[in-house]
Each structure stands twice: as C-alpha cells, then as structure tokens.
C-alpha cells in the first residue's frame, strides 16, 4: 500500500513563508498525478494546487503568485513553497496522490498563520 508523509507545517507570522514536502513510499509518484489541498477548522477540504506532469500545474486563485508546487520525481518527493503567507492560509495541508481510479492521501501538516487579531490555538 503506498504512503504519503507530509512535513514543513508550522507557526509563521504574517508575510512569511514555509515549504511543505510530501515525500511518497511505493512506485506511484512518477505516475500520479500529485496535489495539495488544504483545510480550516470548520470548512471544507479544497484544493491549493495540482502537479500534472513536467512544467503542468494548476493552482487555487487564492493561492496564485504566492504559492509554487513542484515535484521531484527521483526522490518521490512533492514541494510546495509558500510565501507572503495570510491569516486565511491557516489550516491542515495535505497531499494526495491519483493514479488511474485510485486516492491515497498524507496524514495532514497544520500550518498557522498569525497577525494581529488572529487567535492562535495550540495543541499536541
């Protein structure tokens, strides 16, 4: 069964930035396509950005110009570099993997974003 581990989430304050890796087990990350999505407490999962292949990718237009996914395929591994980062990109990330009809998704990395007038929750 292959896995997915997510990394990098963190506390940042406003305008800084992170970078998540999600590093694949299994021979499925060169025939993926590789995503992340992300989600606040109290919403719905939604999508960040999409690596289709070499140089194709989609992104969330909440996202565009501050976010950049890449993939490098020789270490299974999938980035996403986040900058300028917002109070609103709070939220747990997560990478997903498709190939043909199948879904496997990471464990989740929460990234918190804070500024002024932003509640920060901390949990173990």
């Known amino acids: 069964q292959a896995q997915l581990a997510e990394s990098g989430g963190g506390l940042v304050e406003t305008g800084g930035s992170l970078t998540l890796s999600c590093t694949a087990s299994?021979?499925?990350?060169?025939?993926?396509?590789m995503s992340w999505f992300r989600q606040a407490a109290g919403k719905e999962r939604e999508l960040v950005a999409h690596?289709?292949?070499?140089?194709?990718?989609n992104y969330a237009d909440s996202v565009k110009g501050r976010f950049t996914i890449s993939r490098d395929n020789a270490k299974n591994t999938l980035y996403l570099q986040m900058n300028s980062l917002k109070p609103e990109d709070t939220g747990v990330y997560y990478c997903?993997?498709?190939?043909?009809?199948?879904?496997?998704w990471g464990q989740g990395t929460q990234v918190t974003v804070w500024g002024q007038g932003t509640q920060v929750t901390v949990s173990s």
């Open positions: 997903r993997a498709m190939y043909g009809k199948t879904e496997v």
């Open positions: 299994g021979r499925i990350f060169d025939v993926s396509i």
């Open positions: 690596s289709l292949g070499v140089g194709r990718r």
